[in-house]
């Protein structure tokens, strides 16, 4: 696996600077804003991520078909819209499932057989860089090969494996249903550090500072620093963003007022 990233490392290196900087600056902003603020705007988030994750199904799904995953992009985002708590809930549970799932087999991904083969070589063009068509081409190149590692990896799984991953989706939906507001703010808090280690990820590599190689060599350094983010921007959320609780407080406050004043005695029934 580490020479799978290597090798991609070096070829991205070597992409256009504005298939990275852009990309790795809105990917920062984003992220510190759903991190920091993303509570307040749930709804927003399951369009953008509904949208998201809508765009790379469809896209693999149809043989990297670029009107399908424009079809599907706009059809994740009206799921995301119309059922923000439900989605929501599902992308939590597919976080933590994920995160199980990456610890559980660690060992058989590392050793995943797809890994070592590494995607056809592009040439790059007369500057020596390649160009947005072929940075996406090379990507999702890639992309693939990870996820021909991860089907390899999902049928050899063990059922102890497969149960425990089981309990901890059902155990994140179950949270999501009775603890609402901490399973959302932590849903942000984790879309929004990905976000940031993203952007930082693609604006490095532009740098040629190998931050992929750097993130799997110290793997549980990396991991307690995405689990620190996460917590802070879980805590700083149910802290500072609290509309429903504004609104009861200034629900109540106008009952009082409205109690205190004196009803007008109508001069009619007077």
């Known amino acids: 696996m580490f020479e799978f990233i290597q090798h991609f490392e070096q070829i991205a290196a070597r992409f256009r600077p504005v298939v990275l900087i852009a990309p790795g600056l809105a990917a920062v902003l984003l992220g510190l804003f759903i991190w920091l603020g993303g509570l307040r705007f749930r709804r927003f988030i399951a369009v953008v991520v509904g949208a998201v994750i809508g765009g790379v199904c469809g896209f693999f799904a149809a043989g990297r078909n670029v009107t399908a995953a424009l079809v599907s992009t706009g059809v994740g985002a009206g799921l995301g819209a119309i059922f923000k708590k439900i989605f929501i809930i599902i992308l939590t549970?597919?976080?933590?499932?994920?995160?199980?799932?990456?610890?559980?087999?660690?060992?058989?991904?590392?050793?995943?057989?797809?890994?070592?083969?590494?995607?056809?070589?592009?040439?790059?063009?007369?500057?020596?860089?390649?160009?947005?068509?072929?940075?996406?081409?090379?990507?999702?190149?890639?992309?693939?090969?990870?996820?021909?590692?991860?089907?390899?990896?999902?049928?050899?799984?063990?059922?102890?494996?497969?149960?425990?991953?089981?309990?901890?989706?059902?155990?994140?939906?179950?949270?999501?249903?009775?603890?609402?507001?901490?399973?959302?703010?932590?849903?942000?808090?984790?879309?929004?550090?990905?976000?940031?280690?993203?952007?930082?990820?693609?604006?490095?590599?532009?740098?040629?500072?190998?931050?992929?190689?750097?993130?799997?060599?110290?793997?549980?350094?990396?991991?307690?620093?995405?689990?620190?983010?996460?917590?802070?921007?879980?805590?700083?959320?149910?802290?500072?963003h609290q509309p429903a609780l504004r609104k009861v407080k200034a629900d109540s406050r106008s009952d009082k007022q409205k109690s205190e004043t004196p009803e007008k005695t109508n001069w009619r029934s007077g």
């Open 93 to 240: 549970a597919a976080i933590t499932v994920f995160a199980g799932f990456a610890v559980l087999n660690r060992p058989a991904i590392e050793n995943a057989d797809s890994l070592k083969q590494f995607p056809d070589c592009w040439i790059p063009d007369d500057t020596g860089y390649f160009d947005i068509r072929q940075a996406v081409e090379i990507t999702t190149g890639y992309a693939a090969t990870a996820g021909d590692a991860l089907r390899q990896v999902c049928s050899q799984m063990s059922l102890r494996n497969w149960a425990i991953i089981a309990a901890i989706g059902a155990a994140s939906i179950a949270a999501g249903f009775f603890l609402w507001r901490i399973i959302s703010a932590f849903c942000c808090a984790v879309v929004g550090t990905t976000l940031i280690f993203a952007g930082m990820i693609l604006l490095l590599l532009y740098k040629g500072s190998e931050p992929l190689s750097r993130i799997y060599n110290g793997g549980w350094f990396y991991a307690a620093i995405f689990a620190a983010m996460t917590g802070f921007g879980t805590i700083e959320q149910l802290l500072f």
